[in-house]
């Protein structure tokens, strides 16, 4: 019966995409290694590991949206889920590479997208969990199915700069905000009626008229 076991081993961005995507590397092993895996169907659950990493008072600022106050921080840090992926490793025997590609989203009303957003430089802490089904060859090559254990797991340390360059990339010099249809549209009529040509002189006028200036 198979038992695989998985490593993360570099991770990219996946070029000419119509999304953003990053290319995470997995190396697959199995033991027996002179089985043959006809299929590997492979699901994962990507958690961001918050708790496994240093965080400059930038950051602790930038991070106050999702963690509180830093002296709350031994109660709300946790680590958080970021994205599920799949893939579906072909036939191999001892080991195999595979890609699996992640879309990315630079949506702020996503956590994930406002830890990575905080974080200046150094790495980012992950966890990839494992589970699905793999179909081998038993006795007198008879297909057989069994499934891939749910203890499996691979941890990453993905670069900052990465994620940072994937974003600048598809979103120059900007950033994506999804606003409530009713709020658009409060925003829009004003940015009509004051005849202001651009949205960020919308929201800069806005930001000005308010009692407490906010600090960019």
């Known amino acids: 019966m198979p038992n695989l076991d998985f490593r993360i081993e570099g991770a990219s961005i996946?070029?000419?995409?119509?999304?953003?995507?990053?290319?995470?590397?997995?190396?697959?092993?199995?033991?027996?290694a002179d089985e043959v895996i006809h299929t590997?169907?492979?699901?994962?659950?990507?958690?961001?590991?918050?708790?496994?990493?240093?965080?400059?008072?930038?950051?602790?600022?930038?991070?106050?949206?999702?963690?509180?106050?830093?002296?709350?921080?031994s109660?709300?840090?946790?680590?958080?889920?970021?994205?599920?992926a799949s893939i579906v490793a072909p036939q191999f025997s001892g080991s195999t590479t595979v890609e699996i590609p992640v879309p990315c989203t630079f949506d702020f009303n996503i956590a994930a997208t406002k830890y990575f957003h905080a974080l200046n430089d150094g790495e980012l802490p992950l966890c990839f969990l494992f589970s699905g089904t793999v179909f081998y060859a038993g006795a007198?090559?008879?297909?057989?199915?069994?499934?891939?254990?749910?203890?499996?797991?691979?941890?990453?340390?993905?670069?900052?700069?990465?994620?940072?360059?994937?974003?600048?990339?598809?979103?120059?010099?900007?950033?994506?905000l999804a606003l409530r249809k009713d709020v658009f549209e409060r925003v829009y009529?004003?940015?009509?009626?004051?005849?202001?040509?651009?949205?960020?002189?919308?929201?800069?006028?806005?930001?000005?008229?308010?009692?407490?200036p906010v600090e960019l």
């Open 189 to 212: 009529q004003y940015k009509m009626r004051k005849g202001i040509p651009t949205w960020e002189q919308a929201f800069e006028l806005l930001l000005a008229s308010v009692e407490e």
């Open 75 to 84: 109660q709300t840090l946790r680590s958080m889920l970021w994205t599920h």
């Open 14 to 32: 996946i070029p000419f995409s119509a999304m953003p995507q990053l290319g995470f590397l997995l190396k697959v092993e199995n033991t027996p």
């Open 140 to 176: 007198q090559d008879a297909l057989r199915v069994a499934p891939i254990s749910w203890e499996k797991e691979a941890k990453f340390r993905l670069p900052v700069k990465t994620w940072r360059a994937l974003m600048d990339g598809y979103y120059p010099n900007s950033a994506w």
């Open 40 to 73: 590997a169907v492979v699901r994962c659950q990507i958690q961001i590991e918050a708790t496994r990493r240093h965080y400059d008072s930038d950051e602790q600022a930038r991070l106050l949206d999702l963690f509180g106050e830093p002296e709350r921080w």
